[in-house]
């Protein structure tokens, strides 16, 4: 038993936040932001618009793209680390929206590399014949913790959700998944508070993203360029036999590191980062559905997703679309 991508879907707010925009809001210009991110603009919610609401629209996307319905589902997984509530889970609250019932819902905390820890608890459930399938969601509302008076961070951050519809198939497929993490690098970029440490311990008002990017950007580099190796090779295949590189979208330096290190041709790499920012785990199926419906993915490509972000936790999948 394997598991395909049937569908993909995202969606982003109508609200845009250009470099621009920053230059008014913070000391920095549109040529520091380019020059040392790859960021031209990014999507944030409005007042009253939620997390929920974008994953309503991506999961929906994905839902029509395949013809299928909430009923047809057996699973939902929503990965993110701005939920709406703390409880219910997204994923319940998305099967509500939906309109499915009955079938396991949950959500998965694991910030950047959360949308691939849940490709690959889905891709499990569906291999032991426990589901046959599943939506998964990666959806952010950074907006909703970044500090607009920091430079290092709010020029960074952006909103939306992506959404696959994964199911049974008699060949792969998601050919492989690696996940790591390591707690001893859990200062170096994390939100402060939460239900049982309390909210707001820091600051009078509200707390925000901490990162020291620097490090950040040293580890995530070597990390990524290490685990794209380790998955290539235990899957028999080398950078050459990838159609296309969907990575998590953090830094174009990030990215242009990795593809260096792999040797992998920058024509061949998925880049959404010039219009969405940073949407951590969010990031992977936006860029998905961006080059599946603008044509460039086509079925029977082997493409490589990968992701890093706080915790530390990264992860990759290898996927036959
Ligand atoms: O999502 C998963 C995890 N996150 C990441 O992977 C992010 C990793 N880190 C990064 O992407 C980069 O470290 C940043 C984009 C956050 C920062 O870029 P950098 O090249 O590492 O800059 P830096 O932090 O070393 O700062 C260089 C200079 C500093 O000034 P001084 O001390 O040299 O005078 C900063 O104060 O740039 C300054 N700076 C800015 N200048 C203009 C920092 N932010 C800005 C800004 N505009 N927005």
Known sequence: MYTRIRSTGHYVPERVLTNQDFERMVTTSDEWIRARTGIE?????????????LCEKAARSALGAAGLGAEDLDLILVATTTPNQVFPNM????????GGHGYPCTS????????????????SLIQTSQCRRALVVGGETLSRI???TDRSTCILFGDGAGAVILEAASEPGIIATHLHADGAY????????????GFDRLRESRDFIRMKGGEVFRVAVNTLSQLALETLE???????????????QANLRIIQSIAHKLGLPMERIVLTIADHGNTSTASIPMALDVAVRDGRIQRGQLLLFEAFG????????LVRY
């Open 186 to 197: 859990k200062d170096l970029l994390y939100y402060p508070s939460g239900i049982s440490l």
């Open 108 to 123: 998965l905390e694991s910030a950047c590399a959360g949308f691939i820890y849940g490709l690959a608890i889905a891709n």
């Open 310 to 317: 706080g915790g530390f936790t990264w992860g990759s999948a």
């Open 234 to 248: 235990a899957a028999g295949v080398t950078s050459t036999d990838l159609s296309w590189f969907v990575p998590h």
């Open 41 to 53: 603009r990014r999507h944030i919610v409005s007042p009253g618009e939620t997390n929920l609401d």
């Open 146 to 148: 970044t500090d607009y």
């Open 91 to 98: 994923g319940v609250l998305l099967q509500d929206r939906l």
